[in-house]
C-alpha cells in the first residue's frame, strides 16, 4: 500500500479507536467528561499553529521526509499514551503519574500529527495523475477506512480489554516507523520538484493567502466543529439516553462509528466518482445530506433512527471534504504543502472547538446537545455559497 494511505489508515484508526473507548476511560482514569474534552480539544490547537508550518516545510523538503517526522512523533506520542494505562492497571500509580503521561502524549500529538495528513496528501497528489478531486476523497476514504476499523477492533478486544486495541495499533505503528522507507525515494523527488502541485498543471499561481481562501477555511473548520460535537458526545449521549454502562456505551457507539466509516467509505469510492463531474448533483446530494442528517440527529431516540441519521450525516460529510479541498486546490495549485498546512490548522480549529463545546453542552444541556448540529449545518451551506461567488468573481463570470 502506498506509504501516504497506509499512515493516513493508521491514524484513522487510532483516532477512532481512542473515541471508542472513551467511555472505558472516563470510568478508569481520574479525568471525567469535562477533563477528556479539553485534554484532546487543548491539545488539537498545536495544530492550529503547527500544521501550516509543516506545511512550508512539504513545499521545501518534500512530502516523504515530512510524512516520516510526523508520523515518526505520532507513534511516540501514541507510545506515551499507552504508558499510564499500563501504570493505572498493573502497577496502581498515582493519579498524578497519569495526569503527567497523558498530557505529555496529547502535547507530542499535537506537535508532530500536525503535519502527517498534509504531508499524505501531497505525495498522494504528486504521484497520481487521476482528478484531483477523486484522489482526495480515496485518501478520504482510507482514513474513514480506518475509522470503521479501529471501533471494531475496539469490539473484538472489549471481549478482554477495550484498550488492547490501541496497543495493537500502537505495535503496527512502530512496525511501520523501523521499516526502510528508502524505496520511495523517487517520489520524495518528485513532490519536492513539483512543489506537491496538482498533476498536470502547468501555469504558475499566486502565492497562497488565508485571507482570500476563508470560504473554504471556513467551511473545513464548521465541518470538523460539526464532526468534534458528535463524535465526543455521542458516547456519553448513548449511555445518558439508553441507561447503558460504560462498556455497553462502548459497543454502542463503536457500532455507529463503524456504520459511520463504512458509509463515508462507501460515499468517497462511488458516489463522488460518480457526480464528481455532475457539480449541480454533487451538491445538492451533499447539502440535502448534511441538513436531513442534522435535523434528524435532534430526534433520533432508537437505534434505527440513529442508523439512518448517522448514514446520512456521513454521507454529507464525505463529499464535502473533497469539494472545498479541490476549490482551493485549484486555485493555488503550487502551493500543496501549504494548502494542506492551512487546511489541517482549520480543521482542528473546528474539531478542538467541537471537542470542546461537546463536553459543555453535554455537562449543561445532555437532553439538548444533538440539536446543536441542526444549527451549523446551514452555516456550511452559507459558506460554500460565499465560496462559489469568490470563483465566479476570480474567473470573471
Not at 160 to 187: D, G, I, K, T
Not at 344 to 351: F, K, L, R, W
Amino acid at each position: 500500500m502506498h506509504l501516504g494511505y497506509l499512515t493516513v489508515l493508521l491514524m484513522g484508526m487510532m483516532q477512532s479507536a481512542l473515541f471508542a473507548c472513551l467511555p472505558w476511560l472516563i470510568d478508569h482514569t481520574p479525568l471525567d467528561v469535562m477533563e477528556w474534552s479539553w485534554l484532546i480539544g487543548v491539545s488539537l490547537f498545536g495544530f492550529v499553529l503547527l500544521a501550516p508550518v509543516w506545511g512550508r516545510v512539504t513545499d521545501r523538503y518534500g512530502a516523504l521526509i515530512t510524512l516520516r517526522l510526523s508520523f515518526t512523533g505520532f507513534t511516540v506520542a501514541l507510545l506515551i499514551l499507552l504508558l499510564p494505562l499500563v501504570d493505572l492497571v498493573k502497577l496502581n500509580g498515582s493519579a498524578s503519574v497519569v495526569v503527567c503521561l497523558l498530557i505529555l502524549s496529547r502535547l507530542i500529538h499535537g506537535l508532530f500529527a500536525s503535519g502527517l495528513f498534509g504531508a499524505a496528501q501531497a505525495l498522494v497528489l504528486a504521484r497520481s495523475k487521476r482528478d484531483a478531486k477523486i484522489q482526495l476523497a480515496r485518501l478520504n476514504a482510507i482514513n474513514q477506512l480506518g475509522r470503521m476499523l479501529g471501533p471494531l477492533l475496539v469490539v473484538i478486544a472489549a471481549l478482554h480489554y477495550p484498550p488492547l486495541a490501541l496497543y495493537v495499533l500502537a505495535f503496527v505503528c512502530v512496525l511501520l516507523v523501523l521499516m526502510p522507507w528508502s524505496r520511495f525515494e523517487v517520489l520524495a523527488r518528485a513532490s519536492v520538484t513539483s512543489g506537491g502541485a496538482l498533476p498536470d498543471q502547468t501555469t504558475v499561481a499566486p502565492a497562497f493567502r488565508w485571507q482570500a481562501a476563508w470560504p473554504e477555511l471556513a467551511m473545513a473548520s464548521l465541518l470538523t466543529l460539526f464532526v468534534g460535537i458528535l463524535q465526543f458526545v455521542l458516547g456519553p449521549y448513548l449511555q445518558w439516553l439508553w441507561s447503558l454502562s460504560s462498556v455497553e456505551a462502548t459497543a454502542e457507539l463503536s457500532k455507529l462509528l463503524f456504520l459511520s466509516a463504512l458509509v463515508i467509505t462507501l460515499a468517497a469510492l462511488v458516489i463522488v466518482p460518480k457526480l464528481a463531474h455532475a457539480p449541480r448533483c454533487y451538491i445538492a446530494v451533499m447539502v440535502t445530506c448534511l441538513l436531513l442528517g442534522a435535523v434528524f440527529m435532534g430526534g433520533a431516540e432508537s437505534r434505527i433512527q440513529w442508523a439512518v441519521a448517522v448514514a446520512l450525516v456521513s454521507i454529507g460529510v464525505a463529499l464535502c471534504s473533497p469539494y472545498y479541498g479541490v476549490k482551493i486546490r485549484e486555485r493555488w495549485p503550487e502551493c500543496q504543502g501549504a494548502i494542506g498546512g492551512y487546511l489541517t490548522s482549520a480543521h482542528t480549529v473546528g474539531y478542538g472547538l467541537g471537542t470542546l463545546a461537546g463536553g459543555w453542552l453535554f455537562d449543561a444541556f445532555p437532553e439538548r446537545v444533538m440539536w446543536s448540529l441542526s444549527f451549523i449545518a446551514p452555516f456550511i451551506v452559507l459558506c460554500m455559497a460565499f465560496q462559489r461567488r469568490a470563483t465566479e468573481r476570480l474567473s470573471g463570470k
